[in-house]
């Protein structure tokens, strides 16, 4: 009996023991994502620091209109190509090598810019950008490190990170371009880089992934960039048809925000000041919607439920910005719009990387980054024509039709997703 018992208390002490482990297993994993979190938050602040005063450095080094549309496209490309080369490099070394790769990329674009004395100088500080990919590093990390049905929200609470980025950002550049200099917001970001790789090396883990997970991916191709290795992820089920959708439903408002420097001048006839204070006005809405919103919806709605609606939502915003005349209007369309935007950036993110396997998670979501890339690559032609031929009114058309035809397109059609990683 005293045997039985010993064995017993032997399983009961086992059986707590493993409960513990799993619960520090759950609290780390946690504490990795909150960190994830931080690092994002820092990199878009200092991204957002120097995107403020570039036109005004550009300027101060005799750069045109013109020269400085060349440098924003050389941006865009290094980023289009660069997106798709981070994520497979993600899959085959780890988040947190990514992360530091991102991070040290950050550092040199920031040591580049602040001797940037010349435009052949200011060119050169480009190039360290094809790796600068800190949002896609911290959602590879959180992809690794949580399940399928916590995706989505976990990954919506990244929007929060791009909204401090974005208002952190916009008022740290002002005021430090105004006190010191222009290439003062660009040796603070240096500095944070330094402080954001630090940050990884010290507290992400080597390995995100589960063990299951790790040994699949160890005995995967070291190719970092295939075009076929793009193509047989397109052919998952559903992959294709949801990225279409992704790609398509944003590119219209994509375009305006290309152009708004320019809109918000022209038609709304807003000074700086004012333009700064509408960007701010942004970064509130998408922290508001990104960490209290849409990871609730997630909570009670289907994904394809969710995406349909962000597609609807879209139409709506297209016929809004179709008839909007004044700034005013623009504030109240700017609600719906962040939802959708929001909603449809995160719940393609969730679908996509639960339909391809675990070793290509860090390649879908390098493939979902080079979309913002590639529409700043193209946007200036396509959004500076329609402008000029068609006026402001155009881009809300052209956002009503394409997500009209999107919408009855999700509706028609059934869309097969294979979540693989849960097989």
């Keep these: 009996v005293s045997t039985m018992n010993a064995k017993t208390s032997s399983r009961g002490e086992g059986k707590a023991s493993g409960t513990r482990n799993e619960s520090l297993g759950e609290a780390k994993r946690g504490q990795v994502i909150r960190v994830a979190y931080v690092i994002a938050a820092l990199d878009l602040t200092f991204l957002f620091m120097q995107l403020g005063v570039m036109p005004y450095m550009a300027k101060s080094l005799g750069l045109d209109s013109v020269g400085f549309g060349y440098l ?49 100088m200011l060119f050169l500080s480009r ?33 929060f990170c791009f909204g401090v980025g974005i208002i952190a950002g916009s008022a740290l550049g002002g005021v430090l371009s105004t006190k010191f200099s222009v290439y003062a917001p660009t040796y603070v970001g240096l500095v944070g880089s330094v402080i954001n790789t630090l940050i990884t090396v010290v507290c992400i883990p080597s390995q995100t992934k589960p063990e299951s997970d790790h040994h699949r991916t160890e005995h995967s191709e070291y190719s970092v960039f295939l075009i076929n290795k ?40 807003l000074e700086a000041v004012e333009s700064g204070y509408l960007m701010s006005y942004f ?7 990104q960490g ?29 910005m179709a008839l909007m005349r004044t700034v005013w209007h623009y504030c ?29 998670t860090g390649a879908m979501l390098g493939i979902c980054a080079s979309v913002q890339p590639l529409t700043r690559t193209v946007g200036p032609t396509i959004g500076g024509v329609l ?37």
């Design 283 to 289: 970064g509130v809405l998408q922290m508001v919607v």
């Design 332 to 360: 109240i369309i700017a609600v719906p719009l962040v939802f959708a935007f929001s909603m449809l950036a995160t719940i393609t993110d969730s679908i996509l990387t639960k339909a391809v396997p675990s070793s290509d």
């Design 292 to 320: 209290l919103v849409v990871g609730k919806l997630s909570t009670h709605c289907t994904e394809m439920t969710l995406l349909r609606l962000s597609v609807f939502v879209f139409a709506g915003v297209g016929l809004g």
């Design 72 to 120: 924003q496209t050389i941006f865009g490309v290094l980023q289009l190509v660069g997106g798709y080369i981070f994520g497979r490099f993600a899959d085959q070394f780890g988040a947190r090598a990514a992360l530091i790769l991102s991070c040290v990329s950050g550092s040199l674009f920031f040591l580049l810019l602040s001797l940037s004395t010349s435009i052949p």
């Design 387 to 423: 402008y000029k031929q068609f006026g402001v009114s155009s881009f809300g058309y052209l956002q009503l039709m394409i997500n009209l035809g999107l919408f009855v397109y999700l509706l028609k059609n059934k869309i097969p997703l294979g979540e693989t990683k849960s097989q």
């Design 127 to 159: 190039l360290p950008a094809v790796f600068m990919h800190g949002m896609p590093g911290a959602q590879k990390v959180i992809t690794d490190m949580t399940t399928p049905s916590q995706r989505a929200g976990a990954l919506g609470k990244l929007g």
């Design 230 to 269: 793009i193509v047989r992820l397109m052919k998952f089920p559903g992959v294709m048809e949801v990225f279409i959708v992704k790609v398509f439903a944003g590119f219209p408002i994509g375009l305006f925000m290309i152009m708004f420097s320019i809109i918000s001048m022209d038609f709304f006839g």
